[in-house]
């Protein structure tokens, strides 16, 4: 994920990493990277915020275990001026396992637990990932999700960002179907070409399918990325945002062929989910092997 990339790369500066505490510092007038990923699928807007949690639950338990992993710490609803009402969740994923062994080795307390706080007021949503106990204000990601319907990913400013802005800002189209995958990403399963759906007859998508396709929607996600730490800021910047496309794309893939297990749940059904998948996170990371993606 991304701040297993993020970390891989720090384990490439090994001695860099051995003096960061004496060189860290903080730089004025950062140019943070904006990039706006747009993901069309072939749901409609309410399929998609119940396909979106569900997967999320389902991915967090692959990747949990033995110590390490996803801790739910707040999943509740919330009402501000700023957003309105949704839902909040406060996240802290435990990564050890996740990173080379050099890393591990090497970094501080604190270094490789990376939280995540979400506030979801879908159709819009706002997640910011941040190292509070290590890099304190030097490093967050921030993803901003616009959720629109019936829209192909044509919209010029969804974010309503200033000509300033708009003019940094790299637009990035993913294709579900159509876009390569990695082989070791690959699973036929989670293939839109091969996947049909038997509870809505979906699927496979062919070459065409953004164009000839109903229902239909996009996620405009807007990732704004800062790493303040001296010599390594514009390379882990620019090696984040990079892993995002096979993010984006390897997850809605998933999202679209797992439409059979979540299809006609409503969003009390998604509630008691979350709430059983808090209990079953908790139970593999106290009891549990470590499981998922890990670096040796």
Not at 20 to 28: D, G, L, T
Not at 214 to 237: A, R
Not at 261 to 287: F, S
């Amino acid at each position: 994920n991304v701040v297993t990339c993020m970390l891989t790369l720090l384990s490439e500066k090994a001695s860099e990493i051995l003096t960061f505490e004496a060189k860290r510092v903080r730089k004025s007038g950062v140019n943070m990277l904006i990039r706006e990923f747009r993901v069309v699928l072939p749901l409609s807007l309410e399929e998609y915020q119940v396909g979106q949690l569900y997967s999320v639950a389902e991915a967090s338990k692959n990747e949990t275990g033995g110590g390490e992993g996803v801790e739910v710490v707040t999943n509740e609803p919330f009402e501000n001026e700023e957003m309105g009402k949704g839902q909040y969740t406060h996240k802290i994923y435990h990564l050890a396992s996740k990173v080379p062994r050099l890393i591990r080795v090497l970094a501080p307390k604190g270094s490789l637990e990376v939280h995540e706080k979400a506030w979801n007021c879908y159709p819009y949503c706002k997640t910011v990932i941040t190292n509070p106990d290590y890099m304190k204000d030097g490093f967050h990601i921030t993803i901003e999700t616009w959720h629109i319907e019936n829209d192909r990913g044509e919209q010029v400013n969804v974010h309503k960002l200033s000509k300033e802005l708009l003019e940094k800002r790299e637009v990035i189209h993913v294709d579900i179907a159509n876009d390569p995958v990695d082989a070791k990403d690959y699973n036929k399963e989670w293939d839109p070409t091969k996947f049909h759906s038997e509870k809505t007859g979906r699927g496979p998508l062919g070459p065409d399918w953004k164009k000839t396709t109903t229902p239909i929607m996009c996620c405009y996600k807007q990732v704004t990325c800062e790493f303040k730490w001296w010599g390594l800021q514009g390379q882990v910047e620019s090696r984040i945002q990079k892993v995002y496309p096979r993010l984006f794309r390897n997850f809605h893939r998933q999202v679209f062929c797992w439409i059979d297990e979540w299809y006609g749940m409503t969003m009390d059904d998604i509630r008691r989910i979350e709430a059983d998948t808090k209990a079953k996170l908790d139970e593999q990371r106290r009891e549990g092997e470590v499981r998922g993606t890990s670096e040796q």
